[in-house]
């Protein structure tokens, strides 16, 4: 067998994938693991932790490190031949599953363990991996009848396939699109966006600049370009990924797809005896029901909207003011609210890009995390890639090596877009001794080009800090039950608190201060630009929440109500939303929602909520460290022993209570985002 991450390795030998073996090999280990555990259940003698908890651990262990680095790999070199034993193998995954959380004999023997074994008190973390193991059995169909349960079975592959599908078709239409352009059409980029599309210009074999949908390209060219039509072509083409809309209409279509997505999502639920896919999703979130949830969104956009609507009235006036523009369109706004930006707080994000290299950032941003956390990070060299551009680092606290850290960071073509931490390899103890957490840290920035290093953004420095903070919640675990470990066994609605938590320093001067160093000068950010992006933090603030709204009750609604996509058609659902809760309408050949992936390719179906569920936790933790000092190390440490190492191991409300003393409270939110209480 051709293991990418064996027991014995420390870190994952990527050239050992062969794409060719990768189906045959998964087999194998599924059979395996199959008769392993008839073997486990056939022994004589009463079910306890050791017998059988810690066996089945072995055994689901080998197949997660078997089957993370395949996926990550799916995920940011993908190819077609990859990519084909990659959904190759998603059915069979989905059926094991289904195997091992209906099995009645596995399901009763857990139920003795819980009942029985007296270590499961004793060991920390045991009991609330248990409860949780039990729960997700009744989750997974273990009642049901067996039509039932065969049915069920049929229902999660499908589901595995076509988020798959969705995914791919996303990627692929992003990919597809670029044009190229004359130098007077570029006006007004960033010139690390005109380096790239020059470079990209001359792999094609072409004159000018050729520019493509990764997300730094898109972006620059929004807030900066001053070719109207060239905003208005981009944005067609971003805006109609995958879609029966814009310049690919039909090629990579998710239309179906996401129509049976929620279709078998609804007859999931029923199958399980809930009313809706809303109500199966909550089952193991913080949120007691749905009526909560939407209670929460729709109270936050009370306070939120009338706020955005004055902020978007500022901004139409500033572009008739200053260009004559009567009417904005959804490819004007993010280009005036840039200029709006400039003209009220003098600073753009170009202006920051010098001042931060992504070397002196992760420089600071490791000192931070021993600072805090008392860690330290260490390059590593010679290790196995599958990339260039893929870096690793040692994490060790007093000279113990607690984790490694892969960071792959620049955007390239066949990469999957966004920002994401990915769990490959989890802290347990087990047969081999301790094993030791790894993570994979994805980004999608600029390249460095023309002999210097990547030059972020403010807010890509953010959504740096955001990745990390959830790295750091799996690497410095302390739990050694893997159900339990890092972000396992963390209510999703809360699994954003310490990713959002570390964003905070991003806008703290005394931070920013250490943080920005000019690339070539090597001079400190001068503080009156820090003052300026201070003052700026909560520019349109309140639009950018509604916007977050829009997209967590549309995700919401649609899961609580569908039905079908006669009776509950998708983009009325959307539309409904926005005229509740959006200041700018879309035309009506935006097509959003066919790639929005966090709900039809992730695992934020129903749930994308979180992010704000989540945000109130994180601007409340944050607060304690503006009570006692943001570098207050034993703050910090007690961050680190309450919240990063306590993992999963109990449920995140009594984790936040033992970090903050007290239940949350939503004012540092509202507080943060310019919103009155």
């Known amino acids: 067998m051709n293991h990418p991450l064996p027991a014995d390795a420390e870190l994952p030998r990527y050239s050992a994938i062969d794409p060719a073996r990768i189906e045959a090999d998964l087999d194998q280990l599924l059979a395996a693991n199959r008769a392993a555990i008839e073997v486990l259940l056939a022994e004589p003698g009463p079910a306890t932790w050791e017998r059988l908890c810690a066996p089945l651990e072995e055994l689901e262990d080998e197949l997660?490190?078997?089957?993370?680095?395949?996926?990550?790999?799916?995920?940011?070199?993908?190819?077609?031949?990859?990519?084909e034993a990659y959904n190759a193998c998603l059915p069979k995954l989905s059926a094991w599953r289904t195997w091992l959380g209906q099995h009645?004999?596995?399901?009763?023997?857990?139920?003795?363990?819980?009942?029985?074994?007296?270590?499961v008190d004793r060991v920390p973390g045991r009991r609330r991996a248990l409860d949780n193991a039990l729960r997700d059995f009744t989750l997974a169909g273990v009642a049901l009848e067996p039509a039932q349960r065969e049915r069920f079975g049929e229902l999660s592959q499908r589901l595995a396939s076509l988020s798959a599908r969705f995914s791919d078709n996303l990627l692929d239409a992003t990919d597809a699109w670029s044009l190229t352009v004359d130098e007077g059409r570029v006006a007004g980029l960033p010139e690390s966006t005109r380096a790239a599309a020059r470079r990209n210009a001359e792999a094609a074999g072409e004159d000018g600049y050729r520019l493509t949908l990764d997300g730094p390209t898109y972006l620059a060219v929004m807030a900066h370009g001053q070719d109207r039509e060239l905003r208005e072509a981009i944005y067609t083409a971003w805006q109609t990924r995958a879609s029966d809309q814009g310049p690919h209409a039909g090629t990579w279509d998710n239309s179906e797809v996401m129509h049976e997505i929620l279709d078998c999502r609804r007859e999931l639920a029923s199958l399980l005896r809930f009313d809706n896919y809303a109500e199966l999703s909550l089952a193991t979130k913080m949120a007691p029901d749905t009526a909560s949830v939407v209670t929460f969104l729709e109270d936050l956009a009370a306070h939120a909207r009338p706020v955005a609507e004055a902020e978007w009235e500022a901004l139409c006036a500033f572009a008739r003011e200053h260009d004559g523009r009567a009417q904005l369109e959804a490819w004007d706004a993010p280009y005036y609210s840039?200029?709006?930006?400039?003209?009220?707080?003098?600073?753009?994000?170009?202006?920051l890009r010098p001042y931060l290299p992504l070397p002196r950032v992760l420089d600071t941003l490791f000192g931070l995390c021993g600072e805090l956390f008392g860690i330290e990070f260490s390059p590593c060299e010679n290790f196995d890639s599958y990339h260039p551009d893929l870096s690793l680092y040692a994490i060790h606290r007093d000279g113990e090596l607690l984790a490694h850290c892969y960071l792959d960071l620049y955007a390239r073509s066949g990469k999957r877009g966004g920002a994401w931490m990915g769990d490959c390899r989890v802290r347990r103890e087990g047969v081999h001794g301790l094993q030791r957490p790894v993570a994979w840290l994805v980004c999608n920035f600029s390249p460095p080009a023309d002999g210097r290093p990547s030059l972020l953004t403010h807010d890509e420095v953010t959504t740096l800090f955001h990745e990390f903070g959830h790295g750091l919640h799996h690497l410095l675990t302390r739990q050694t039950v893997a159900a339990v470990s890092g972000i396992n066994g963390v209510e999703w609605d809360a699994v954003e608190l310490p990713s959002q938590f570390l964003e905070n320093w991003c806008w703290e001067a005394e931070f920013l201060a250490r943080l920005g160093r000019h690339v070539d000068s090597g001079e400190a950010i001068p503080p009156a630009l820090v003052e300026r992006l201070l003052a700026a933090r909560r520019f349109q603030a309140a639009m950018q929440t509604v916007r977050q709204l829009e997209f967590a009750l549309f995700d919401f609604r649609l899961h609580l109500g569908w039905t079908s996509a006669s009776e509950t058609p998708v983009q009325a659902v959307l539309d409904a939303v926005r005229n509740e809760v959006a200041v700018l309408q879309p035309p009506a050949w935006n097509r959003f929602q066919h790639s929005f992936a966090h709900i039809f390719a992730g695992g934020y179906a129903a749930?994308?909520?979180?992010?704000?569920?989540?945000?109130?936790?994180?601007a409340d933790a944050f607060a304690r460290f503006e009570e006692e000092g943001i570098f207050n190390a034993g703050t910090g440490r007690a961050f680190l022993r309450e919240v990063l190492e306590a993992g999963g191991s109990r449920d995140a409300m009594a984790t936040f209570r033992a970090f903050r003393g007290r239940e949350p409270d939503i004012e540092p939110l509202l507080r943060q985002s310019g919103i009155a209480a």
């Open 104 to 119: 009645s004999a596995l399901y009763e023997a857990f139920q003795a363990v819980a009942r029985d074994d007296p270590s």
């Open 64 to 83: 997660e490190r078997f089957w993370a680095p395949v996926s990550h790999l799916n995920s940011v070199s993908n190819a077609e031949p990859l990519r």
């Open 607 to 618: 749930g994308y909520y979180s992010y704000k569920w989540a945000e109130v936790l994180s």
């Open 338 to 351: 840039e200029q709006l930006r400039k003209a009220r707080y003098a600073i753009s994000q170009e202006d």
